[in-house]
Nanobody, 119 residues
Framework: QVQLVESGGGFVQPGGSLRLSCAAS????????MGWSRQAPGKQRELVAI???????NYPDSLKGRFTISRDNAKNTVYLQMNSLKPEDTAVYHC?????????????WGQGTQVTVSS
């Protein structure tokens, strides 16, 4: 089993910044892609950012320039730097990781961290 533990969420005013972290632990040989998704009340979950093991990143066009994903492979940790936050960024943010262990690939999700952007 693998655990993903997110941290860094909270309350911030519009225009502010937050940095989310997600640490993976457990039965891990290697981690392929890691990413962040979010789900606002009454809306479908949407991809926020993804990063490959080699550091290639991808974002939806609507978030490019404000959000930056990064990872520390030595710590099995992925980060999401969020700048110029808007009320519409309010959501529960979940990290996920594609993990290789014992020759198999597994997909894991964290429980989520709440981000609230409001004045």
């Amino acid at each position: 089993q693998v655990q993903l533990v997110e941290s860094g969420g909270g309350f911030v005013q519009p225009g502010g910044s937050l940095r989310l972290s997600c640490a993976a632990s457990g039965k891990i040989n290697s981690i392929y892609a890691m990413g962040w998704s979010r789900q606002a009340p009454g809306k479908q979950r949407e991809l926020v950012a993804i990063i490959s093991s080699g550091g290639t990143t991808n974002y939806p066009d609507s978030l490019k320039g404000r959000f930056t994903i990064s990872r520390d492979n030595a710590k099995n940790t992925v980060y999401l730097q969020m700048n110029s936050l808007k009320p519409e960024d309010t959501a529960v943010y979940h990290c996920n990781a594609k993990v290789e262990y014992d020759g198999h690939e597994y997909d894991y999700w964290g429980q989520g961290t709440q981000v609230t952007v409001s004045s």
